[in-house]
């Protein structure tokens, strides 16, 4: 300890040992520092600017969000705007295009705790960490969320994070193309309005997993996006040995997956979060 991760300054500027202690996935913790002023959007600021609701973008949102939440009420769009952000995705985008000569480019759903969400415009929205949230910790204490939002150098959020129905396709982020897969994970809504983010998400050569994982937590510690064969009933496709892959699609089995082990609506699960740039805060009631 003492010595700042290289990987900061690198060309990817994320460490994913940042937030994992190694409970469970030892190897993925890391052995350096990870201070807060060597955060690639340390010092960042973001604006909120507010979309007419007279608006084409306006009712384009609403639409989707009534596709699948029909009695919901959009009560504010406000459009993201963190310079920060943007260039980290632009550049994460440029890297996997040029490793795979291409990059699958989708809008998604992001739904989590209310009072989250100033951190995650900031920050980006982070892959989970394997450490619990302490309640007497300042930033991730109160906030309903099940692993904390801080880093490994926290003094409160030591606890180990273990699996309770929760991060089935391992310690990602976790996005939808459904407007109501995404509203279950909300939590702490603000006197009945709850919140939402419409995000552009780089999924670059995503991995489609199509069929049931063999137990329920068979996924849950992965860390990174890596072969998951081991913990599938079934393969839909191979693992690219040679380039890899940047992100797991998870095919919505409609009502055929076993109980506990698939999922009905399509998961989009992220590793990095600089293939993540938040577009539209959603605010709304249902």
Not at 35 to 41: I, L, Q
Not at 109 to 128: I, N, Y
Not at 202 to 231: F, I, K, M, R
Request: hydrophobic share 30%; charged share 20%.
């Amino acid at each position: 300890r003492g010595r700042v991760c290289p990987r900061l300054a690198g060309p990817s500027r994320y460490c994913r040992g940042w937030n994992i202690r190694g409970h469970a996935a030892w190897h993925w913790g890391c052995p350096y520092d990870h201070p807060e002023d060597a955060r690639p959007t340390h010092g960042a600021e973001y604006t909120l600017e507010q979309i007419p609701n007279t608006t084409a973008k306006f009712d384009e949102i609403q639409t989707e969000m009534r596709r699948s939440m029909p009695g919901a009420r959009v009560l504010r769009v406000q459009r993201v705007q963190n310079l920060a952000l943007e260039k980290l995705y632009e550049e994460r985008r440029r890297f996997i295009h040029d490793k795979q000569g291409f990059a699958v480019e989708k809008e998604l759903w992001h739904g989590t705790s209310c009072e989250a969400l100033p951190t995650l415009l900031r920050h980006g929205l982070q892959p989970p960490s394997d450490t619990c949230p302490s309640e007497a910790c300042p930033t991730s204490g109160g906030k309903g969320l099940c692993t904390t939002l801080c880093g490994t150098g926290c003094q409160h959020c030591t606890q180990e994070h273990h699996w309770n129905r929760c991060h089935m396709y391992g310690l990602g982020v976790y996005l939808a193309d459904v407007a109501a897969k995404s509203h279950q994970y909300v939590r702490k809504p603000t006197r009945g309005e709850y919140s939402m983010l419409w995000c552009r998400v780089c999924l670059g050569n995503p991995y489609l997993v199509e069929g049931n994982l063999l137990s329920q937590s068979a996924l849950h510690d992965t860390c990174w996006c890596q072969d998951p064969s081991e913990g599938l009933e079934s393969l839909a496709e191979e693992w690219s040995v040679t380039k890899g892959h940047d992100a797991y699609y998870v095919k919505g089995l409609s009502g055929k997956q076993k109980h506990g082990l698939g999922v009905f609506n399509n998961e989009y699960i992220v590793f990095q979060p600089y293939q993540i740039l938040p577009l539209y805060r959603v605010d709304y009631t249902c």
